[in-house]
Nanobody
Framework: QVQLVESGGGLVQAGGSLSLSCAAS????????VGWFRQAPGKEREFVGVSRWSVRWSGSIPAYADSVKGRFTISRDNAKNTVYLQMNSLKPEDTAVYYCAAAGGMDGLTSTTSYDYWGQGTQVTVSS
């Protein structure tokens, strides 16, 4: 049974930082792209970033939404089956429930429909 478990959410002031973790089990982790999405109240779930694993380069290839580029960083530790989302310079508009998700394919990774497994989400609240 595949499980993705997010942790690390909380309340932070604008300009602060938070680090989220996504721990996976029940899958061959290095074969999956792991994405982060977020959903604010009344809004659709939106792409935040993704980590694809390159076997050729033995490293993570990240990609980000424009809204978080330069502020958020995704990293992964395949030995721990964990992906991290480091969020710096947080803004009130970053407030949302953050989800991690795993995709077996490598295309269309900005779309929720490309992902096979989802975590339960963790709340991030940024106060002004």
């Amino acid at each position: 049974q595949v499980q993705l478990v997010e942790s690390g959410g909380g309340l932070v002031q604008a300009g602060g930082s938070l680090s989220l973790s996504c721990a996976a089990s029940g899958l061959t982790f290095s074969r999956y792209a792991v994405g982060w999405f977020r959903q604010a109240p009344g809004k659709e779930r939106e792409f935040v970033g993704v980590s694809r694993w390159s076997v050729r380069w033995s490293g993570s290839i990240p990609a980000y939404a424009d809204s978080v580029k330069g502020r958020f960083t995704i990293s992964r530790d395949n030995a721990k089956n964990t992906v991290y989302l480091q969020m710096n310079s947080l803004k009130p508009e970053d407030t949302a429930v953050y989800y991690c998700a795993a995709a077996g394919g490598m295309d269309g990774l900005t779309s929720t429909t490309s992902y096979d497994y989802w975590g339960q989400g963790t709340q991030v609240t940024v106060s002004s």
